[in-house]
């Protein structure tokens, strides 16, 4: 595979130097930006795009540049917001669904999000997942054990239904972020992470449902148990074939690939698509109209920032990092999202800040991820 040339494109509307054939500008937007408040972590609740029509979720809490890790105020609650493009990303409204409050108890990075939303309850089953306007948010009340839950809408995100119980699988926890494939009209994949052996967070695993996610089907782990403080999180997976799905999982500071050719049966190593991340962040993987792959995720190193990587041989090598970002103030960045527009640009959705001691924000990067080979045969 030909090289994807690496490039600063940090500023709005700036025409940068060519990093692939047909690159184009790129543009940054914000989507979240309130003085006084912290905005995070998209990655953790899902993106779904209909034609020019893009929705994200994310966090909202209040900014504390004193805190210790993220810079958030973890005495003040939380809310799960939602954010809605109409123009394929150029604009953004912030929306709050009641639907989506999380039930009382519900933490995120150890922000209680102070709620009191819906109790999970079983899911009756029975759901459409092709309608048009389908989507799915899965999420957790902890990092580590979890127990977890899901909400799902049938258009496009006004109203949500929910939340309802993942089951634990055998496993000492669950704590799930949005990741699924849609395969039939009620079958659908999806990928969780579970609690590893010493109850901390965690290896990654494959379920199914075939009834509308009334019952759910263990299938496989899809790595080994990490060793020692090490963690395999945050899937996010590319359906190939009937057979073949791509899961792209972070672990502590790079992240990895796995591919299963028996449709989530087993399970094997591909390759370290991104063999630094700085400190860690969760890939946002997507099969591009030509065959490609495209991974984004958030740099948390100097100089910080958002990257990609591309791929033209199904998964088996990678691009060197296209830099879509790089003037980030501190590690406290990344979770991206990522979909393809109409018109083939991509939309990329992260949190970012402009310095160490400045509000944390979401913002969006439009940008061209050029003119492709076709899939590799």
Known sequence: MKSILAVSLA????????????????????????????????????????????LVG????????????????????AEHLLARSLDGGETWQIEKPDGLRPPAGAMVAGVPTGEGGRTPVDSPGGIDFTQPGFALTARMLSIHTGPSRFYYTTDQGKIWEGPYHLPDFGQKGIAARTDYLIDGKHEMTMFLTAAKS????????????????KTWQFLSFVQPEPEGNGYGIMPSSVRLSPDTILTAIRHRNFIDLYRTDDNGKSWKHVVKPVPDTGRGNPPSMVKLKDGRLVITYGYRAE???????????????WSEPVILRDNGGNWDLGYSRTVQ??????VTVYYYNDAADGERYISSTIWDPGVGQGMAK
Not at 20 to 48: L, M, Q, S, T
Not at 305 to 316: H, K, M, P, T, V
């Open 11 to 54: 500023l709005v509307m700036t025409a940068g130097a060519a990093f692939g054939e047909g690159a184009g500008p790129v543009e940054n937007n914000d989507v979240y930006k309130v003085e006084g408040r912290f905005g995070g972590w998209p990655a953790n609740h899902g993106i779904w795009i209909w034609g020019n029509e893009i």
């Open 58 to 77: 994310f966090e909202a809490g209040y900014f504390d540049a004193t805190a210790r890790g993220h810079a958030i105020n973890r005495q003040k609650p």
């Open 198 to 213: 010493n109850g901390r967070e965690g290896r990654v695993i494959c379920v199914r449902t075939t009834d509308g996610a």
């Open 303 to 317: 100089p910080f920032g958002i990257q990609a990587r591309l791929s033209s041989d199904n998964g088996e090598t």
């Open 341 to 346: 527009r109409p018109d083939g640009k991509m």
